[in-house]
Structures are given as structure tokens and as C-alpha cells.
């Protein structure tokens, strides 16, 4: 390969403003006085502040002491019921569609009822596999998968 084509990446130095500096500091403030951070907004406004991407964005914020993460939605009792209902007779994709998830948080969920097995198991199944419904009936019934 000719040196000339050899691309040695490193990450890029960005400059932050004392504006951005100080929206972060606000922000901790906010979250030492136990007000809720909203992360997202942050993030946005250090973009537009900055002209930064995101990602260089949330680095900063977390290098300036931000540790939130972002929120994860519980699922309730009522769900998890609709859940299962739902996935005796649905996809997985009609069923995220119908309880305004994702695919991935649907599986997600299977696997923590222990509906369906490891991530292996789907990666070699495909997604399109069906899943095994006598585990989840065991999971419907409040009794463990075997």
C-alpha cells in the first residue's frame, strides 16, 4: 500500500467557547440543587452553539461532570401483560408498532422475562425465526422458562 493512501485518524481537537463552558456549569448546578437535567436539550444547544457534532458534544459534557444517562422507559405491569398477549398471534414488529416501542426493546424485554433465549440465539435464528411459544406461556403463567 502507498504511504500516501494510509490514513492514521485521530480524533479531532475541538475548542469549546465560554458560553458552552458555562451552560454545562449550569446545568450542574441545576443537578446539585435537584432539578432534572434534560441531556438532550444540552446536547442540542452545545451543537448549535459550537458547530460541533454530537458526539464531541456529549464527550465535553461528560468531561465537565454531566453523568446522566439517558432515560430508560419502565415498562409497566399492563404492558408487559399486552406483551405477551400480543405475541401469541403478532410479530415482534407489529407488536413495537402497537405499544410504540422498538424492535430492540421488545426483544429486550422478551429476553429479561426469559420469553426468548441469549441474543445468540437470535443472531443465529435470524429475525425472522419464530420464537419459542412454549416459553412464553410458561412467562404468561408467572412461572419460569425451562
Not at 1 to 21: E, G, L, Q
Not at 49 to 65: I, K, N, T, V, Y
Not at 81 to 110: E, F, P, T
Amino acid at each position: 500500500m502507498c504511504p500516501a493512501t494510509i490514513n492514521i485518524s485521530r480524533r479531532r481537537a475541538f475548542r469549546w467557547s465560554r458560553d458552552a463552558r458555562e451552560m454545562v456549569r449550569m446545568e450542574l448546578s441545576r443537578d446539585a440543587a435537584g432539578e432534572p437535567i434534560c441531556l438532550s436539550n444540552l446536547i442540542s444547544s452545545l451543537v448549535r452553539e459550537s458547530g460541533h457534532p454530537r458526539d464531541a458534544c456529549l464527550r465535553f459534557a461528560r468531561q465537565m461532570g454531566i453523568t446522566q444517562k439517558r432515560k430508560y422507559r419502565v415498562w409497566s405491569e399492563e404492558e408487559q401483560q399486552q406483551l405477551l398477549a400480543l405475541l401469541n398471534c403478532n410479530s415482534v414488529a407489529g407488536i413495537a408498532g402497537k405499544l410504540n416501542r422498538s424492535r430492540w426493546a421488545v426483544y429486550a424485554h422478551l429476553r429479561r422475562l426469559r420469553a426468548i433465549g441469549t441474543p445468540g440465539d437470535l443472531y443465529s435464528a435470524g429475525y425472522g425465526a419464530e420464537l419459542d411459544r412454549s416459553r412464553i406461556a410458561a412467562c404468561a403463567c408467572g412461572g419460569r422458562a425451562s
